[in-house]
Antibody, heavy 118, light 107 residues
Framework: EVQLVESGGGLVQPGGSLRLSCAVS????????MDWVRQAPGKGLEWVGR??????????QYAASVQGRFTISRDDSKNSLYLQMNSLKTEDTAVYYC?????????WGQGTLVTVSS | DIQMTQSPSSLSASVGDRVTITCRAS??????LAWFQQKPGKAPKSLIY???ILQSGVPSKFSGSGSGTDFTLTISSLQPEDFATYYC?????????FGQGTKLEIK
């Protein structure tokens, strides 16, 4: 069974940093693209970025709204995906989901809430 | 960026009805279109990819069609568990973008 479990969310002040993790199981992690998608309270879905797989050198892609502030990384030995978020803004407040990037986003985690507030 | 526009934004229907949601892309995306269902407080669930292919385990009451810029999601014989918000999403080019969502409510 494919499982994705996010962790690391919480309350952070504007300008602060936070690192989210996504632990996966049930599939060969290194074979797959992985994505982060977020959802602000009461709003729609916004794609944040992608980590390509080992065969594509783990290259990354980001939405313009987070480019230069967020960094996606992964550790295939730990079956884990990460989202390092720096220079956080109030508008980054959202539930952050990791998703497997297969046939669009075929499997999602349960999400972790990030609140950016003073 | 490719803009995705769904219509309607909200829809009221009764158990047993058949409903159709439309999604329009601002540029040709071929068939690189997915549909998701989201219930309150839950993660989105993938229903359809490549415009018309059902994800594994998704019942055949859900169907998708379209290509290019115009797409539809049809849900037949609505059941209480189908009342949720539905999103379309393009994965033709970065940044990937979603429609604003269609909230399907019980009449």
């Amino acid at each position: 069974e494919v499982q994705l479990v996010e962790s690391g969310g919480g309350l952070v002040q504007p300008g602060g940093s936070l690192r989210l993790s996504c632990a996966v199981s049930g599939f060969t992690f290194s074979d797959h693209y992985m994505d982060w998608v977020r959802q602000a309270p009461g709003k729609g879905l916004e794609w944040v970025g992608r980590s390509r797989n080992k065969a594509n050198s783990y290259t990354t892609q980001y939405a313009a709204s987070v480019q230069g502030r967020f960094t996606i990384s992964r550790d295939d030995s730990k079956n884990s995906l990460y989202l390092q978020m720096n220079s956080l803004k109030t508008e980054d407040t959202a539930v952050y989901y990791c998703a497997r990037g297969h046939n669009s986003f075929d499997n999602w985690g349960q999400g972790t809430l990030v609140t950016v507030s003073s | 960026d490719i803009q995705m526009t769904q219509s309607p934004s909200s829809l009221s229907a009764s158990v047993g009805d058949r409903v159709t949601i439309t999604c329009r892309a601002s540029h040709d995306i071929s068939n690189n279109l997915a549909w998701f269902q989201q219930k309150p407080g839950k993660a989105p669930k993938s229903l359809i990819y490549a415009a018309s292919i059902l994800q594994s385990g998704v019942p055949s009451k859900f169907s998708g069609s379209g290509s290019g810029t115009d797409f539809t999601l049809t849900i037949s014989s609505l059941q209480p568990e189908d009342f949720a918000t539905y999103y379309c999403q393009q994965y033709k080019s970065y940044p990937y973008t979603f429609g604003q969502g269609t909230k399907l409510e019980i009449k």
